[in-house]
C-alpha cells in the first residue's frame, strides 16, 4: 500500500476512534474513552508521518521497496545480475499481488534485482518470465527493462529478416529461419499479378 493511502486509513481510523470515545463519554464506559481518544492521537501522528513521507518520492519509493522486501520474504531470492530473459516469453505483471499470484502458481521463487532508483522482481518458469519493476518514478528505466528492450529489438530484426526471406520464393525449397526450424516452402500463383506462399514444417534430418 503506498504511503500517501496508508496515512489517510489511519486517519479515518483516528477519525472513528475519536467519535466512539467521544459517544462513550455518556455511558458506563466512559473510562474507555480515554484509551480511544489516547489511540486516535496516536493514529493522526503516524497517519501525517505517512503522507509527509508520501510527499517526498525517495522515502516512498524506499519504503515501498522495504515494505515488499519485508512482507514476501519468504518467496524472494536476491539476484546480484539481471536474471536470463532470453528465449522466453515475458509477461509483464502490473503490480506486485499479481506477482505473488503468479508464484503461487509456478511455486518457484521470485528473483528481484535492487538498485538505486528501481527494484525488477522476475519469476522465471520453463517458457515464461514474469516482470514487475518498482520504481522511483515513471522515468526511471530499469536494467531489466533495457534487456527486455533489447530482446524485443533483436526479435524485430531476427522477425524483419525472415520475412524478406520468404518473400521471393520462386520454387518450392526447404528454409530454415532464424528459429533454428526448417520449413517447406512453395509459392502459389493465382496469376502472372498474384502470387502466395505455402509454408509447411518440415524436419530435416
Known sequence: MR?????????VIAI??????????NTEYKGY???????AVILVGFGIKFIIDGLNPEKA???????????????LVKSNSVPKLVGRNIIIVEDMEDMVDAQLEIRKPICYYKQTESCSF???????????VEKLNPDVISPVEIEINEIQLKQ??????????????????IVRLSNKKSYKVSPIRKDHKQ???????????
Not at 195 to 205: A, F
Open 3 to 11: 504511503e500517501n493511502n496508508k496515512g489517510i486509513l489511519l486517519i
Open 16 to 25: 472513528i476512534a475519536g467519535l466512539g470515545g467521544y459517544f462513550l463519554l
Open 33 to 39: 474513552s480515554i484509551l480511544c481518544f489516547t489511540a
Open 61 to 75: 519509493y524506499q519504503s515501498n521497496i522495504k515494505n515488499i522486501l519485508n512482507t514476501f520474504d519468504s518467496i
Open 122 to 132: 522476475v519469476l522465471l518458469d520453463d517458457k515464461e518470465a514474469y516482470v514487475y
Open 156 to 173: 524485430k530484426n531476427t522477425d524483419d529478416i525472415d520475412s524478406e526471406m520468404l518473400k521471393d520464393i520462386e520454387k518450392t525449397t
Open 195 to 205: 502470387r502466395k506462399t505455402s509454408i509447411e514444417d518440415v524436419e530435416i534430418i
